[in-house]
């Protein structure tokens, strides 16, 4: 048991001595290091040459330091000379070690002497001088360049009085601790300023591209606007240098006119930043208040007219009072967020709220530290607005994420009722297909009754005539004679099935080839039935263009054979006309005219025998787009009379292919 308890003391004295060790070190090396302090600030106005110092009127002053309270009127350079001393132990090591100073802030331009040596420069120290107001300065003094005792660092600082020129406390220790200091307020005051300046400008021209694209989203428009305005107005910070500018009043010029003219820039660009803000906060929260919308673009307008047309003697108090304003409409939208997510409570209300109340807080804490009422304090807007940035840009992404998936599925929704639609719409047309083959079986029996009525029915009838003619003379009808009546019956019956089946029809040459084969058959029984005739027809057609199509020459065919065959049974005419013309362009008549008995027309329409005809005609008529005139009185004879109105028609016209127009217009009828 021994061996091992003295086992566990020797390791516990071990770890005591290893936590030790380090302790030990930082301790001789604190005892080992050097002290620095600062003995000593004073300043005086530069001579007239600017680069000498001033060999009087030095006033002792405390850093930080602006030089326009103390000499209000007074534009060019300041020599600030800072006294210092480092103290180090007796064979110190640390005294062979290298000396870092700088500046956090330097209002404008600077150069900076080590002894009467010059160490380091501004690009530019006279007018258009280098902007240096957001930039931090550190140096490393090699320690040779270390005096003992008393060392002096020399400061020239170049500014115009408008614009709080000045000088922050020097920082003064080694290397080791000044680079990661100043490394640091690089990164707040340069490195985060740019990267949300490329930010900005990148999430500006995202979201402008959708705007342009869905219109009716306004919020991604203004958060555009606004997003560029924002830009816009970090690029005048970072300036490193005025930028070409050209005053919209001129004042005459005027020592240090370019970096006014910047100022008034940065201030404009707040303005508008800010009066863009406000616009977006209210639309993004689904707020409507153009009269609040109004009174911003009007206080713009006046605060832009003021910064750009105040005289230099005013600039900075009107600076103030306009930096106060948007300051003061920053907080009022912020607190209005506030309220209105308290009464309307949802998801993105509550984002929105926390996301602006963070803006709250840390434009509280920098404007205060802008007006001195904190100090020692770094600024907080650096180290907060690229997240700033990025969380607005979240919310607008989540919008439009939510919109886009209300669309998809408005699209999903839309898809499954236009296939139900669909569907719909083809069981109906399935419906219709089968009703219009009903339909069409219906109609090809009512034309088969037509064409049985008009051609084999008038062919019966003028058989029976021939017979009826035979009896009454007492006389019997030869073989030869019967057997062409039957021969004449199935030629009859035969063209009416050539003409209801057959794939195409043409157009006869001639009007006279159009009228032979029913002039030949007609003239027969004219022969016999003692009646005389006279057949008129144009020897041509008055063009291609000014023909009939096949349809309208059979529609004609079987009027004409109607309308003869109407003659022969009920007229008991000693006369039958026909001619057909082309009176006119693009128009043909046929007319039948008979000096039979004549009848009542009217009357004759309700009739089973003669009005069956008339109804014939007068369909047949309509599908070749013609027009039936029935004329007759008691005794006066008969005229049948049908208009068609020519087209632009080939010679070969496809019954098939038409079946279903004329149907239509027989419903029509």
Partial sequence: MRPA???WLQMLCALIVLWCAPLSSAHAQQADACSFRV??????????????????????????DVWSRRWPEHSGSVWYRIDWERQCPNGSDAAKEPVAFGFQRIFMAAEVFVQDDRLWSDASLVDPITHGWNASRWWALPASAVRPGINTVWVRVVGPAELTPGIEPMQLDTVETIRPRFERLEWRRNTAFLLTNALSGALACIFCVIWLMRRTEHTYGWFALMSFAWSFYLSTVTAAAPWPIWPIVSEGGGAFESSLRMARLNIVAMVFYIALFSIFSLRFSDQRMPRAERFLWAASAIATLTIVLAPRALLEQASHVISLSCAFTFFAVCIELQWHAWRHRSVQNILMALCWASFLVVSAHDVLLVFHVWSNHEAWVPLTVIITTALIALLLGGRLAANTRKIEQFNIQLEQRVNDARNELTHALE?????????????????????LHDSLGGSLVRSIAVVERAQRSQQTLPNERMLSLLKLLRDDLRQMIDHGSSVGATVPDTPELWMAPLRYRFTRIFDELNIAWQWHSDPVWRSDEERPSALQCLGLSRILEEALTNAIKHSRAKTIRVWCHQTAPHLLILHVEDDGKGFDVPSARDTTGLGVGMRSMAQRARRISGQLTVTSALGTGSVVRVEVALQCQNAVFDIDDNINRTIRKDNTS
């Fill in 5 to 7: 308890r003295i086992w």
């Fill in 39 to 64: 003995l000593s600030t004073q300043a005086a106005k530069a001579s007239a040459d600017e680069r000498l110092r001033p060999a009087e009127d030095w006033v002792t002053v405390q850093l930080p």
């Fill in 431 to 451: 419906r219709e297909h089968a009703q219009k083959l009903e339909h069409t079986r219906l109609q090809e029996r009512v034309h088969l009754a037509h064409d």
